[in-house]
């Protein structure tokens, strides 16, 4: 009989093979509360914006972001979070490693005030941001005096994403450093790997899963930060003006279906960029177990 | 920008309040005493006016207190006007409105259909019951020499003013530069002059305070389009750092007010919002507005704060531009003249 159920059962399995999940109990249940809570809080939103654009007509929406204004800010929005998110990439290395590799004396403060551009409302963030960068602020002035303007820049918004995106990327990688066996460090020691051989073939691919998935957040937090860029950012449309305050700018001349556009490009992008990321790290994933 | 929270606050302030008025007068009161209630009222106004109405407030609930004993607490929302139009069209509970320009309550009408489309013509005066004009605020000494508008275009000054598209007193700044340009040469030269304007301009706010801050506090640009009480307010705020000029011509800002009636028939608050419009235009607030450096349509008032209003000729809104419609669609619409300014050459 038993035998007879295993049949049975392989060959349910056989025909509808997501019926494997079941093995444990309260699926269904589960399953059920992910996609109503998924639905409710992520689908219906979206699907609301993503209606909003189309009263344009196709051409209308393909009209209103291929004018130069939407497109240049769409540009730096994007160009900008990927080099602010490429920046922490090294410099959340850096910091988690020392964090979470050394001992020393104040280590745990500078470990909190890592979170502190999580815990700071972004309009303080871009205030506080600002009051140093600018022409007058003793950084800004210190630059001023260089010849480089930061504050009211492009180079203001990239210095705003960089802040916020940091402790993305340490906060990803910290437990994976934390995890990492001294003892395959060890080993690999043992074989005869120098000090660079152990960091680039044996600590190196075991993070790149995790500091992949922190660069990722801090592009996808940057192209979508608002209250922090606009404070530094000077907001001059085709200049320095991010697509976020474009999105704004539109709602408050009453163009919803305008503002809408904007916003479905730019989670289209966004999408997409994930999805690459996502892509990307599948492949590192899999040279890895080979 | 801080709007969008003074928005947010300002509407749960509001919800807040109205709670309280509903709810703790029949929890905590006894029965007795239950016609001394508190009415709540939502002012929601652009950004220039925190200081006036916080006020004409005090005053008014006074006045009121005395007149009917019913206590007043009067909540104000303060931002970007046509941010505060927006806000206000999706759902902020406003029973009177006192934006910086008749256009965006013209929005409200259209839009939400909370007053109807001839709400001007309710209140004197086209229902502002004060005036307001743009003039130049430079650095002490004025070392970069600026007199009049044509200074503003040289090479090497910096203007500071907020984007016409979210701030009230920069459209009306926008409009007084054209209007200039205007008289120099027509619809031709006004266009070149705005555009020239507006490429010396590094930095640009959302509000009038964005753009005030930009200036005072961050010490960038030689210039400052400001609100005439603007102008005064920095000067007290930031110290005697700056000197205002007035310019040979400016435009007269008519910052106009109205009641929401649906908000108000639903919050029940129809005569104390009447009272607060019409106290507006008592002496007692004419006086008020004058000493906050506003033109008052009072001619007592305006004498005796007569060292407060320089004399500056302006042009009106409808003599230069045909009305707000006409000069909305003209220049701030999507595509208008503004736009055109930065489109890359």
Not at chain 1, 86 to 92: H, K
Not at chain 1, 202 to 230: C, K, W
Not at chain 1, 240 to 269: F, N
Not at chain 2, 277 to 292: E, G, K, T, W
Request: charged residues 15%; aromatic residues 8%; hydrophobic residues 50%.
């Amino acid at each position: 009989m038993s035998d007879q159920t295993r049949h049975i059962g392989s060959v349910e399995l056989r025909r509808r093979p997501w019926l494997q999940h079941s093995i444990l109990p309260g699926f269904g249940l589960s399953l059920g509360i992910t996609l109503t809570y998924l639905g409710a809080i992520v689908v219906l939103p979206l699907t609301a914006l993503a209606i909003r654009p189309w009263e344009l007509g196709l051409h209308g929406v393909w009209h209103e972001l291929s004018a130069p204004r939407v497109a240049s800010a769409l540009k730096l929005s994007f160009g900008l979070s990927a080099l602010a998110a490429l920046l922490n990439a090294p410099l959340g290395l850096l910091l988690a490693w020392t964090l979470s590799r050394y001992e020393f004396p104040g280590r745990r403060i500078l470990d909190a005030l890592v979170d502190l551009p999580f815990a700071l409302p972004t309009a303080v963030a871009g205030l506080a941001l600002t009051a140093i960068y600018a022409p007058n602020g003793p950084l800004g002035s210190l630059a001023a005096k260089l010849g480089i303007k930061t504050a009211y820049s492009a180079l203001g918004i990239f210095i705003a994403l960089v802040f916020i995106g940091l402790p993305f990327v340490v906060r990803s990688l910290q437990p994976v450093l934390q995890e990492l066996d001294h003892e395959v460090e060890e080993a690999a020691t043992t074989l005869g790997a120098d000090a660079r051989q152990r960091a680039v073939r044996v600590i190196l691919p075991a993070m790149a899963p995790s500091l992949i998935s922190g660069v990722s957040l801090a592009f996808a937090r940057a192209v979508g930060e608002y209250g922090s860029v606009v404070f530094i950012a000077g907001n001059l449309p085709g200049k320095t003006e991010i697509a976020p305050l474009l999105i704004v700018i539109k709602l408050e001349s009453y163009d919803y279906a305008g503002a809408a556009a904007v916003g479905v490009a730019m989670v289209a992008i966004s999408f997409g960029s994930l999805v690459l990321i996502n892509g990307l790290q599948l492949a590192l994933a899999k040279r890895g177990k080979a | 920008m801080t709007s969008p929270d003074i928005t947010r606050r300002g509407l749960v302030a509001a919800g807040g309040g109205m709670a309280a008025a509903a709810g703790l007068p029949l929890l905590l009161a006894p029965p007795v005493q239950a016609q001394s209630k508190t009415l709540t009222l939502l002012n929601v106004s652009y950004d220039a006016t925190r200081e006036l109405y916080k006020e004409i407030n005090v005053a008014f609930s006074a006045f009121w207190k005395a007149r009917t004993g019913e206590f007043l607490d009067i909540k104000q929302s303060h931002g970007g006007s046509g941010k505060q139009a927006r806000a206000v069209i999706d759902g902020l509970q406003a029973d009177v409105v006192t934006l910086a320009l008749a256009g965006d309550i013209d929005e409200i009408a259209a839009r939400a259909k909370l007053l109807p489309a001839n709400w001007q013509s309710r209140l004197p005066i086209n229902s502002t019951p004060y005036t307001s004009t743009i003039v130049l605020l430079v650095r002490k000494g004025n070392p970069k020499a600026i007199r009049d508008w044509a200074d503003l275009v040289k090479p090497g000054v910096g203007v500071i003013v907020s984007n016409p598209k979210t701030s009230g007193g920069a459209r009306w700044a926008y409009l007084a530069a054209y209007a200039y340009g205007q008289s120099k040469g027509g619809q031709a030269a006004a266009r070149a002059y705005i555009t020239k304007l507006f490429r010396n301009v590094p930095v640009l706010g959302a509000g009038a305070r964005d753009a005030t801050t930009t200036f005072a506090q961050r010490g960038i640009g030689d210039v400052l389009l400001a609100w005439e009480n603007e102008a005064f307010l920095t000067i007290h705020e930031f110290g005697p750092n700056f000197d205002i000029v007035y310019p040979s011509s400016s435009i007269l800002a008519e910052p106009p007010l109205a009641l929401l009636d649906k908000n108000v028939d639903r919050h029940k608050t129809r005569v104390v919002a009447t009272g607060y419009l019409n106290f507006l235009y008592s002496p007692q607030a004419q006086d008020i507005i004058a000493r906050h450096h506003y033109r008052p349509r009072n001619a007592a008032s305006a004498a005796k704060y007569a060292a407060n209003l320089k004399p500056i000729a302006m042009v009106t809104i409808d003599q230069a531009f045909g009305g707000w419609k006409k000069a909305q669609a003209t220049h701030f619409a999507e595509g208008g003249l503004f736009d055109q300014i930065y489109k890359p050459a």
